[in-house]
């Protein structure tokens, strides 16, 4: 049997590479030297997209496959593609939840341990001499039994709110309505006020337009110079400009971030900070968890064009 035509809009490692070639024919977007050309040759016979969270399928590319039925993402976030248009032209699309929460939630929790503790100029001070020269490391800001907001509670805000109820902290969350099964953290809908009540608030809501900087300036004013904001969703839930000032002018205390607006290339003023943790769009960027998400993006093409449900459907 004819095997279908794949395109592939961003590299895989080579363990996923070989086996999604070994299922499909698969046309390499993302090495293509004229990409404009490359689909206008290609997506007439393309029926599947493979792509990544933070690349996504636009409206353009959706629409340059007249013959296409299913897009899978390799991640979670679906905000890189055009869902409209795929409902639109009847496209499937599926994403790879549930292999990667526990990751996500494990690299937010120790980027707020990272920064508070000062876990990275400590190693510099243990490791230059500073130590020696200079004597103890300064002090730092403890974790243990203060007060954690979670915006946004979907699978990943849930398990960071599990993870911290074992630092003794005082959870409080904001979501569009308040969960069942989170009924012995509180809730409140306001993210304002939850920035208030917060000395730790997570950024952990999946983001689209209803979601873009809903981190805004008064958010951040409201979460304050003893603050600390992390974030491991998307970078347009947070007005980056907003937030930059109030780094900037210790309006707010600390920020550890995962995804900027623009990445890899970040705003060169985050280089500047000291109050800062960056970290390089890594929260689900473990050995075990990527080749789950290879697996479950592969399962979800090979179960749609067999005329089976998809396993992670969006859409
Ligand atoms: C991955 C992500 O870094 O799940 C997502 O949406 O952003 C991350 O888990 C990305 O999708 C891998 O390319």
Redesign the pocket.
């Known amino acids: 049997m004819t095997k279908p035509d794949i395109l592939q809009v ?1 590299p895989y490692p080579n363990w996923d590479q070989e086996p999604l070639e070994q299922a499909f024919n698969v046309h390499r977007y993302f090495e293509a030297p004229d990409k404009a050309a490359f689909l206008a040759k290609i997506g007439p016979v393309i029926r599947g997209i493979a792509t ?3 690349l996504g399928a636009n409206r353009a590319m959706i629409e340059a496959c007249p013959k296409l039925e299913v897009v899978s993402v ?4 679906t905000d890189a593609v055009d869902l409209i248009a795929a409902r639109e032209h009847d496209v499937r699309v599926s994403n ?1 939840p549930d292999v ?1 929460t526990k990751d ?1 939630a494990d690299l937010g929790v120790a980027m707020m341990i990272c920064l508070s503790r000062g876990m990275i100029g400590a190693e510099k001070w243990a490791r230059d001499g500073s130590w020696i020269e200079k004597g103890g490391y300064p002090l730092q800001r403890r974790v243990w039994g203060k007060r954690a907001g979670i915006l946004g509670l979907g699978r990943i805000g849930f398990e960071v709110g599990k993870r911290l109820e074992g630092f003794g902290m005082d959870i409080t969350y904001s979501s569009r309505t308040p969960k069942k099964d989170a009924a012995h953290w509180r809730y409140v809908a306001d993210p304002v006020e939850l920035a208030r009540e917060s000395d730790f608030l997570f950024v952990t809501l999946a983001a689209n337009a209803q979601t873009r900087h809903i981190v805004n300036g008064g958010v951040i004013a409201a979460l304050g110079s003893e603050g600390m904001l992390i974030n491991i969703s998307r970078a347009a839930n947070i007005d980056e400009e907003a937030l930059l000032a109030a780094l900037e002018t210790g309006k707010l205390g600390a920020a550890a971030l995962d995804v900027f607006e623009g990445e890899p290339r970040l705003n060169p003023r985050f280089l500047q900070l000291q109050n800062v943790l960056l970290q390089p ?5 473990t050995l075990e968890t990527r080749k789950a998400m290879g697996q479950l993006l592969r399962d979800n093409l090979s179960a749609h064009f067999a005329g089976k449900p998809l396993l992670t459907p969006v859409i």
């Open positions: 961003g990544r969270g933070e390799y991640g979670v976030g790879t990667l996500c769009h890594h929260a689900s960027g």
